[in-house]
């Protein structure tokens, strides 16, 4: 009973239209953000911050750019590693070319270029679908990996062919490069996240995020009441690849310091692509949940067998974490579409009932 | 009697077989078209080229004298012409509110930057077509389905949800392809006395397909008869009803009647 709507009769269209209609989520989502600025950067430690929680908020970034292409406009995309790329190197010339241009300029200009080569990709799916879009989207990770892999260009001529993230700051406070701090990568990823994920709630509540569930659930119907499918798609495929080249350039610059194309090959497609799904298609909660599962199961499955005095070899704790991948997709593809996010909500349901179950 | 939607002489095939032959049919301002005829005589077809998911082999389509015949379905949508499918097309994971809400999208303009922000302009926006669509939730009696997802819903409710979506659009014309099909007897009685009430409360003109005669005689101001993808006839439905060809077209389909009587 703690949980409930009871008693809050909403006397507007626009209060009933809020992104958090009842009064407790409202609260909790307002401390829950306030704890996420200001908990960590007190109390937790360079590991949890650099291993656990900058990783965490980045792949979340990345993750609801699949998920509103995926889980909102129905389309399937393999090819966000090469999106994420395209915002990496993207983030790198400009970074490299305009010195004096504030950092996060150029992550939000990375974003954009990134959504142009998502529009260009995103062609193919006013004629294709499902299955063979994934394919046609898969030419394009490997197409954009083999391209900055072979131009120098794009890595200014390094002969190691990776890319670094320089010094910048922001507000005096060093977020890029070797010297800044955890913490600070660490706000400056939430404050992106947050923001991004306001902007795809209100997206999605609105006549833009109605048109791609249209276009998802049936596209004829979507046609006769007006909806145009190729303005459409290619609208989801530039705000997704906006997201995950932001969240790409990101990657680079707030996590792993410097990096070559690797790190944005098809596994990474794949890992982000298995957060939505284990998260909940088509939720925003569901990509921070996926997100969070995906980062913390690593991590469980080196620590905890190691704290009850079992030794798992790297290799084993590797075959058990794709395992464990594995199933749960397997799970939720067949049992619960909507994932761990409505998982959540039927405990929500639960609560608001309790303690009288009917 | 001035038409609002003249179909001319238009023809339609689909490899060697001829969906439509020539048909022409004037729609009047207001009033409520009904278009019967046998299994596979065209009628789903017809509906399909005025709302631009086909377009005429021949012929043309005038909606209030201009020319709509090769325009795509979400232009067509815009000069405010509704429709439903024979076989229900609603979007089955969103809520019966979000469905409405959809019928309306062509009225409302707010693009991708207004709805990144949403409080200002997308906002007083939803909350005047929210208006809108609780009224026709008022008046389809649905006021405890909102937030149901469609895909959950019987089958008759889904048919009523579909023709909500369909007047969300406040529609000049509404083409309805077999609203009745496949529902009990109240149900249709429901259906029915919805279709008068919109024609009546909004003036819109309305075109129905329908394989129940009794209905279809109660409630057209005329009806065209299809056979073969021609058309073998068109009046008022007294007129239609003794008319010789439509009775040998219709006595030559055991099957259909069966379905009407049984
Ligand atoms: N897309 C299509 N491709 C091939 N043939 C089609 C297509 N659409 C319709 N036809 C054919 O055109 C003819 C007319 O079909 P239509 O659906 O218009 O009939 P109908 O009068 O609506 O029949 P019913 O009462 O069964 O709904 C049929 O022979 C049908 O098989
Ligand atoms: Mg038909």
Redesign the pocket.
């Given at each position: 009973m703690i949980y409930r709507e009871a008693g809050q009769f909403k006397t507007t269209y626009a209060a009933d239209q809020a992104i958090f209609p009842i009064l407790q989520d409202r609260i909790f989502v307002a401390l829950a953000v306030v704890g996420a600025f200001v908990i960590p950067v007190r109390f937790a430690n360079e590991y949890w911050l650099q291993a656990v929680l900058i990783p965490f908020l980045i792949y979340a970034l990345a993750a609801l750019g699949l998920n509103l292409l995926t889980g909102y406009a129905g389309q399937l995309s393999l090819g966000t590693g090469g999106f994420m790329a395209v915002g990496a190197y993207s983030a790198f010339k400009l970074a490299s070319a305009f010195p004096a241009l504030n950092i996060v300029l150029v992550f939000l200009l990375s974003g954009l270029v990134a959504a142009l080569v998502g529009v260009v990709f995103g062609i193919p799916s006013l004629r294709i679908k499902g299955f063979y879009l994934a394919v046609a989207t898969l030419a394009a990770q490997f197409f954009l990996i083999w391209l900055f892999n072979k131009v120098g260009w794009f890595v200014n001529y390094a002969p190691s062919g990776t890319i670094t993230a320089p010094p910048r700051t922001v507000f005096g406070v060093m977020v890029t490069g070797p010297d800044a701090a955890a913490g600070a990568r660490y706000v400056a990823a939430l404050a992106f996240v947050a923001v991004f994920a306001l902007i795809a709630k209100n997206l999605v509540r609105g006549r833009v995020g109605r048109s791609w569930m249209a276009i998802r659930d049936r596209d004829i119907a979507a046609e006769i009441i007006g909806v145009r499918p190729l303005r459409t798609k290619l609208l989801a495929f530039a705000i997704s690849s906006f997201y995950c080249g932001i969240a790409g350039a990101e990657l680079v610059f707030l996590y792993l310091g410097s990096a070559e194309t690797l790190a944005f090959d098809i596994n990474l497609s794949f890992l982000v692509l298995f957060m939505v799904i284990i998260g909940g298609l088509g939720s925003v909660l569901g990509s921070f949940l996926g997100a969070a599962f995906i980062v913390l199961v690593p991590i469980f499955l080196t620590n905890v067998p190691h704290t009850v005095g079992l030794n798992l070899p790297v290799a084993l704790a590797k075959q058990i974490e794709l395992m464990i991948f594995g199933g749960l997709i397997l799970f939720f593809l067949i049992v619960e579409p909507h994932g761990l996010a409505r998982l959540w909500q039927i405990t929500k349901e639960k609560l608001r009932l309790w303690p009288f179950p009917h | 009697m001035s038409a609002i939607l003249e179909i001319a002489d238009v023809s339609r095939s689909?490899?060697g077989?001829q969906?439509v032959q020539k048909v022409s049919v004037d729609i009047p301002r207001g009033e409520i078209m009904s278009i019967i005829?046998p299994?596979?005589?065209?009628?789903?077809?017809v509906l399909n080229m005025i709302s631009g998911f086909y377009h005429p082999d021949h012929g043309r389509i005038l909606l209030e004298g201009t020319d709509i015949t090769h325009l795509a379905p979400s232009e067509i949508a815009k000069l405010r012409v509704a429709r439903t499918f024979?076989n229900i097309a609603l979007f089955s994971g969103m809520t019966v509110l979000d469905n409405l809400m959809l019928g309306r999208h062509v009225l409302m303009k707010s693009g991708v930057l207004s709805s990144f922000i949403y409080w200002g302009l997308a906002q007083r926006e939803e909350v005047a077509h929210r208006k809108r669509v609780e009224d026709l939730i008022d008046f389809l009696k649905i006021q405890d389905l909102r937030r149901r997802p469609t895909g959950s819903l019987a089958y008759g409710l889904r048919k009523r949800v579909e023709l909500g979506r369909a007047l969300a659009l406040d529609p000049k014309i509404l083409l309805l392809d077999?609203p009745m099909g496949g529902m009990n007897q109240e149900e249709k009685e429901d259906m029915a006395r919805f279709i008068l009430d919109v024609n009546e409360e909004w003036g819109t003109t309305i075109i129905l397909?329908e394989?129940d005669m009794g209905v279809v005689m109660d409630i057209s101001d005329r009806v065209a008869v299809?056979d073969m993808g021609l058309k073998i006839a068109e009046g008022k439905p007294d007129e239609v009803r003794v008319n010789p060809a439509v009775v040998k077209a219709y006595l030559g389909e055991t099957k259909t009647s069966e379905v009407r009587h049984g």
């Open positions: - | 689909f490899g077989v969906a005829g299994n596979g005589a065209g009628k789903t077809t024979q077999e397909i394989h299809l």
